[in-house]
Every structure is written in C-alpha cells, then in structure tokens.
C-alpha cells in the first residue's frame, strides 16, 4: 500500500506592490494560477515595513476567478494594482499583520489559502491589502516580501 507524504514546492513570489500604501487604501497582487501545479494548499507569509506612523495593522484578503481569470471576486482585476473593492465582505479574509511601532518589519504567521476558502485552493486566486496602520508603509519596496509555498502528496 502507497503511503502519501507531503511535498512542499519551493517557496515563490507573490507580485504585490506595497511600498508607500497610505493608510485606509487597498492594493491587489497579480493573480497566482493554480491550474498548472494544481497545489492541494498554498502557505501565505507577508513581510511589511511600518513607514515613520504606525499604530494599528495590515489586513490581508483573498480573491479568486472560477471563470479561467474573466471575473475576480469583489471586482478584483487580477494586476499588481490598486484596488478598491465594492463590498469588502465578498473577500475572503486571510489574515493579519500587526504593526504597532513605526519604522519597523514586521513578519506575518504562515496562513492557508485552502483554510480560508473552505477546504481547496481556487484555479487563480490573489490578494488584497487593505493598511490600517495609521499612516502609510514604508517607501522601499524590497522592504516587502510576499511568499507562497505549494503543497501537494507524494506517493511513497
């Protein structure tokens, strides 16, 4: 009898231009394609640097396409762009960055994408962030660094 092992892919980048994003605005990544590698899970970790205010967070949400990328949830395009959502409860909350203290990096907790959306990883999904933190991030954009690691089982 097979045993299933889990296989972690190498971790890659998610395209999200987070460098200077005021406070109360929106920025969507580019949208990740699942149909090719098909990952049973995809671990999130953001890395975001407060700019000179900070006193609150950075939220994270998911949006997806079931239509091949036509259409995203919340009127998401799919770009590195900026994004203003028409009904924030039609995105899937991912998770959140605390960011307390001014001028300084701050390293989220790994989430799953499946967890989020019930179970399974959508065929092209991506995020949105909204900043919360009192005033905008840092200006330095390799001061972010957003990942996702697939994984898949390996038959053993």
Excluded: C
Aim: net charge negative; aromatic share 12%; charged share 10%.
């Amino acid at each position: 009898m097979a045993t299933l092992k889990e296989q972690f892919a190498a971790a890659a980048t998610i395209t999200m231009s987070l460098a200077s994003l005021a406070s109360g605005s929106w920025w969507q990544s580019a949208f990740i394609d699942n149909s090719t590698n098909v990952y049973l899970d995809a671990f999130v970790q953001m890395k975001v640097k407060t700019g000179a205010t900070a006193a609150g967070t950075v939220d994270f949400w998911l949006y997806a396409s079931m239509d091949g990328g036509t259409s995203y949830s919340d009127g998401a395009s799919g770009s590195d762009a900026t994004f203003t959502p028409t009904a924030t409860p039609n995105l899937v909350h991912l998770g959140t960055v605390n960011t307390p203290t001014a001028t300084t990096s701050y390293t989220s907790a790994h989430f799953s994408v499946a967890a989020a959306f019930g179970g399974s990883v959508p065929q092209r999904w991506g995020l949105a962030a909204k900043n919360t933190n009192g005033g905008a991030l840092d200006a330095t954009g390799t001061n972010f660094v957003l990942q996702y690691q697939g994984l898949t089982y390996l038959s053993a």
